[in-house]
């Protein structure tokens, strides 16, 4: 640029800052786009990996409800009546609760024919689901069998046992006979083999969308490492291209200027050849031009280190934070927050209602767990936030956790958490600290999930 202003010195200072400043403009905009895309990208990921785990909850409640009903029915065909005489019916209430529960086979293979899923994990679903209705005819079938030796009440937790037709043979056989066929029912080769095939199954699937996820994930981790490799280098070009034009307006301003006072304070006239007028404009551009470039420096910052829904520092501020900490001697403690049920608000009632509700999420943890003078609470990403207590005692952390409850109860929400402590750094490490915040938080998460009937 330099010497491009020594050979064209006859050009105008307009048309030489002209085109750098459509050039900036241009990396400007290409700077936000790029911004903006890396954002979208990281949301999409999280938002894929949140749909990717309600996939593998509900594909594992085929399971876990395959194994309570096999159980329960298990429980009455073994011991039919009590100690004192009474029948068992306990067992069959749990068996009809469950029963109606949605996540049956059929009803999670249908859902699961809606989803993108790999045709493998879904063939490997369907397989479970046939085991699993065997096993479903099965216990009908003994619970049939069961009921002729000892009839059971017409009560309305009963009311949804599955009904099965007996056979005349099956009728007319006695006592002992009934009851044995209900056992070989639900303890034979045959029940066995397939109740060992649904958790085969279900865990070939689950592993499957694990796997099939990955290979999304770093494809998509992929684009985001191009995308920021061209941030990068659209900020070096921001900042070579702003450096030379200071160097060059340094070079073709302050100089002329510094002569300009030398001729001034000399009491010589001035070279109107100079155009003092232009040298004048020249520093209005030169003073814009580092307005600017400190604009777009405090932009950066801002962009890189603040999440802008919640106002609160991101992950790449979580991990500056975590490298001030690296050689401090106090007690620490992680926090992991993962908000519940943001997929259904969002599917129910919209967006902008899901971005009301990682507000509230930001503002409970926050209004609990933010330490005077510091930026501990962070949002790691998608709906997921983090922070970092020091100096704190588990007596105080459990005060700030039973806040914490109080605070969700206020506001309505649900999130889950997890936190790991340690009286010092020495011992530990940060990343096994969130390993295991991370572990509990997803272990209450399951819970909170498991309990739900809607």
């Known amino acids: 640029m330099i010497i491009f202003m020594e050979k064209q010195k006859n050009l105008s200072t307009h048309a030489v800052l002209l085109p750098i400043i459509i050039i900036l403009a241009l990396l400007n905009v290409g700077e936000v786009y790029l911004i903006q895309a890396v954002n979208r990208e990281s949301s999409s990921l999280s938002k894929a990996m949140q749909v990717n785990n309600d996939h593998i909850t509900e594909a594992t409640s085929l399971l876990a409800g395959t194994s309570l009903l096999a159980e329960t029915s298990g429980n009455f065909v073994i011991v039919p009546v009590t100690g004192n005489g009474e029948l068992n019916i306990s067992p069959l209430i749990a068996y009809s609760e469950e029963i109606v529960k949605d996540r049956r086979g059929d009803q999670i293979l249908e859902r699961f024919q809606e989803y993108e899923v790999g045709e493998k994990a879904l063939a490997l679903l369907s397989d479970a689901v046939e085991s699993s209705n065997y096993m479903l005819e099965a216990q009908a079938h003994a619970i049939a069998l069961m009921r002729e030796i000892y009839p059971l009440p017409d009560i309305p937790p009963l009311a949804a046992l599955p009904s099965y037709e007996l056979s005349e043979e099956e009728l007319a056989a006695s006592e002992e006979e009934k009851a044995a066929a209900a056992r070989m029912l639900l303890w034979g080769t045959d029940y066995g083999a397939n109740k060992q095939n649904v958790s085969q199954s279900v865990n070939a699937c689950v592993e499957m969308m694990q796997r099939d996820f990955s290979s999304i994930a770093a494809k998509t981790n992929q684009h985001l490492e191009a995308l920021k490799r061209m941030l990068w280098l659209v900020t070096l070009s921001n900042i070579v291209i702003i450096s030379s034009t200071f160097v060059m307006l340094y070079l073709q301003l302050v100089m002329p200027l510094d002569s300009f006072v030398k001729l001034i304070d000399s009491g010589k006239p001035l070279n109107d050849k100079n155009g003092l007028e232009e040298v004048n404009l020249l520093a209005s551009a030169y003073n814009d031009l580092l307005r600017r470039r400190d604009n777009l420096d405090d932009i ?26 690296e050689n401090s001697k106090a007690s620490m403690a992680v926090f ?18 899901g971005d009301k509700l990682l507000k509230a999420a930001a503002e409970s943890i926050t209004a609990c767990f933010l330490l005077d003078g510091e930026e501990n609470c962070f949002r790691y990403g998608g709906d997921e936030f983090t922070a970092v207590i020091k100096d704190a005692s588990e007596d105080e952390l459990k005060e700030r956790i039973g806040r914490f409850e109080e605070e969700q109860k206020k506001r ?40 739900r009937t809607d």
């Open 300 to 325: 950066l910052r801002s962009a890189a280190k603040t999440d802008p829904l919640t106002n609160l520092p991101n992950r790449y501020g979580y991990e500056q934070y975590l490298l001030s900490l």
């Open 336 to 353: 992991l927050f993962d908000v519940n049920y943001l997929k259904r608000t969002n599917d129910r009632e919209g967006h902008i209602a």
């Open 412 to 451: 309505n929400i649900s999130i889950s958490w997890g936190y790991a402590f340690t009286e010092t750094l020495q011992d530990t490490s940060f990343k096994a600290l969130q390993e295991e915040a991370d572990k509990r938080m997803y272990e209450q998460k399951e819970l909170t999930h498991a309990g």
